[in-house]
Nanobody, 121 residues
Framework: QVQLVESGGGLVQPGGSLRLSCAAS????????MGWYRQAPGPQREVVARINTAGTTAYADSAKGRFTISRDNAKNTVYLQMSSLKPEDTAVYYC???????????????WGQGTQVTVSS
């Protein structure tokens, strides 16, 4: 199993910055992609950014130019640096790890518990 622990959420004013961290632990799985998703009140969880082990990144249009995802493979930790935050960025942010027990086996998705980000004056 893979356990994910997020930190770094909180209350910030519009235009401010926050840095989220997500540390993965566990055994038996090799993590491929890590990423950040968010969920505002409602059923839809949307992707924010993803990064693979090679460092290749992908961003939602809403995050491009404002958010930066990075990763420390040695520490199995992924970060999300958020700047120029807007009220519409308010959501619970979830960390994702996609992992395999062995190459060729099904990829499993593991989620963190979520961290609240509130952008408000």
């Amino acid at each position: 199993q893979v356990q994910l622990v997020e930190s770094g959420g909180g209350l910030v004013q519009p235009g401010g910055s926050l840095r989220l961290s997500c540390a993965a632990s566990g055994s038996g799985f090799s993590i491929n992609v890590m990423g950040w998703y968010r969920q505002a009140p409602g059923p839809q969880r949307e992707v924010v950014a993803r990064i693979n082990t090679a460092g290749t990144t992908a961003y939602a249009d809403s995050a491009k130019g404002r958010f930066t995802i990075s990763r420390d493979n040695a520490k199995n930790t992924v970060y999300l640096q958020m700047s120029s935050l807007k009220p519409e960025d308010t959501a619970v942010y979830y960390c994702l790890a996609e992992a395999q027990a062995l190459p060729g086996q099904p990829i499993r998705a593991f989620w963190g518990q979520g961290t609240q980000v509130t952008v408000s004056s």
